[in-house]
T-cell receptor, first 115, second 110 residues
Framework: EPEVTQTPSHQVTQMGQEVILRCVPI?????FYWYRQILGQKVEFLVS????????KSEIFDDQFSVERPDGSNFTLKIRSTKLEDSAMYFC?????????????FGSGTQLSVL | GQQVMQIPQYQHVQEGEDFTTYCNSS?????IQWYKQRPGGHPVFLIQ?????EVKKQKRLTFQFGEAKKNSSLHITATQTTDVGTYFC??????????FGPGTSLSVIP
């Protein structure tokens, strides 16, 4: 089965630093998402992205966060000035079509630790 | 805001026993999806329900979508150790926003 790939698998950063989390969605997918999961807790929606713009975002996705699809394959999440509470597993997801199946394919995640 | 709730939070069962998790939304959903996350893993899609009152089966798993499209359930018959993990329902609440419930963590005692 095709896979969503995420890099790095682990990222350690100092509070206040910028981080970029990278994702390569499945090649023919058009809809892209970022979720995060704090250890043992729920999977929280951050943002959805389609046609090179944000479709929806949550209250968590404030001005410190941004997303970009810089080329035809990558989808990135940038956190400009990390806070301790940004420590979490960040999952990228993609899906291929709007009607009928809306199955989300998740990557293996990037574990972000902010010190 | 829109919320998707699940109960129970945790469930410990003896292998061979049945298991059910319940999902409830504060608003009507256009569809509901179920995902399984193994310990240390990522969510993996199990199924999507779209129609009011819909019931779908996958081997030992039975999924239901309520008539009002605000609640759903997942029932596993005769659990096995391979069923261990956290089961999340996820509801599409608006144009392109899929909200996950808090999940039910299933432990199976051999």
């Amino acid at each position: 089965e095709p896979e969503v790939t995420q890099t790095p698998s682990h990222q350690v950063t100092q509070m206040g630093q910028e981080v970029i989390l990278r994702c390569v969605p499945i090649s023919n997918h058009l809809y892209f998402y970022w979720y995060r999961q704090i250890l043992g807790q729920k999977v929280e929606f951050l943002v959805s992205f389609y046609n090179n713009e944000i479709s929806e975002k949550s209250e968590i996705f404030d001005d410190q966060f941004s997303v970009e699809r810089p080329d035809g394959s990558n989808f990135t999440l940038k956190i400009r000035s990390t806070k301790l509470e940004d420590s979490a597993m960040y999952f990228c997801a993609s899906r291929g079509y709007r009607d009928g199946g809306e199955k989300l394919f998740f990557g293996s995640g990037t574990q972000l630790s902010v010190l | 805001g829109q919320q998707v709730m699940q109960i129970p939070q945790y469930q410990h069962v003896q292998e061979g026993e049945d298991f059910t998790t319940y999902c409830n939304s504060s608003t009507t959903l256009s569809n509901i999806q179920w995902y399984k996350q193994r310990p240390g893993g990522h969510p993996v899609f199990l199924i999507q329900l779209v129609k009011s009152g819909e019931v779908k089966k996958q081997k030992r798993l039975t999924f239901q979508f309520g008539e009002a499209k605000k609640n759903s359930s997942l029932h596993i018959t005769a659990t096995q150790t391979t069923d261990v993990g956290t089961y999340f329902c996820a509801g599409k609440t608006s144009y392109d926003k899929v909200i996950f419930g808090p999940g039910t963590s299933l432990s199976v005692i051999p």
